[in-house]
């Protein structure tokens, strides 16, 4: 079984500073990792996802995501974050050999960008 | 090509009552899954569904039902609704299951008990 831990309920920042979303997951077979965003009143959309290949995965709107096995970890980063960004951020992790399980999501962080 | 759509969007029931929730995933989506969002427990995977096939079940009690239609549409059923069932409900749609994470969410629906 996997898990996941998003450290930061909350994170305010001001606008066009950068910011790090931080996920740390539990698994005992190899790992594929997501980021999911959500906007208020909306369902959630796929940021980026890591599968294979390289560790360091860009996604939409500026986003990137490092993944980090010795460290479990797949923390998300954007350089210079919008009044825009403004929304709540879910980590999600399933298993790579396990067939088609269902994702586990963290309970979310809260980005508030501050004009 | 249209999103994912859920009817109804605002759902107010009293305890004891059932409750029917519907999803439209975009054409040509095959798995639909349902997961059920509340500030404290986060997101929680409810079923999947592939062709019309449960093929996986998260960790729910049987009051939690649902069923896929052969033009994919998914219906999930809450029966003798309890208090701790208001939440916001999401479905969600891809081609072949959510593992590979190309999912698309719909805007949930939102149901409320008194």
């Known amino acids: 079984a996997q898990s996941v831990t998003q450290l930061d309920s909350q994170v305010p920042v001001f606008e066009e500073a950068p910011v790090e979303l931080r996920c740390n997951y539990s698994?005992?077979?190899?790992?594929?990792l997501f980021w999911y965003v959500q906007y208020p009143n909306q369902g959630l959309q796929l940021l980026l996802k890591y599968l294979s290949g390289s560790t360091l995965v860009k996604g939409i709107n500026g986003f990137e995501a490092e993944f980090n096995k010795s460290q479990t970890s797949f923390h998300l980063r954007k350089p210079s974050v919008h009044i825009s960004d403004t929304a709540e951020y879910f980590c999600a992790v399933t298993g790579s050999n396990s067939g088609n399980t269902p994702l586990v999501f963290g309970k979310g962080t809260r980005l508030s960008v501050i004009a | 090509k249209a999103g994912v759509t859920q009817t109804p969007r605002y759902l107010i029931k009293t305890r004891g009552q059932q409750v029917t929730l519907s999803c439209s995933p975009i054409s040509g989506h095959r798995s639909v899954s349902w997961y059920q969002q509340t500030p404290g427990q986060g997101l929680q995977f409810l079923f999947e569904y592939f062709s019309e096939t449960q093929r996986n079940k998260g960790n729910f009690p049987g009051r939690f039902s649902g069923r896929q239609f052969s033009n994919s549409r998914s219906e999930m059923n809450v029966s003798t609704l309890e208090l701790g069932d208001s939440a916001l409900y999401l479905c969600?749609?891809?081609?072949?299951?959510?593992?590979?994470?190309?999912?698309?969410f719909g805007p949930g629906t939102r149901l409320t008990v008194l």
């Open positions: 698994s005992s077979v190899s790992v594929y």
């Open positions: 969600a749609s891809s081609l072949s299951g959510p593992h590979y994470g190309t999912q698309y």
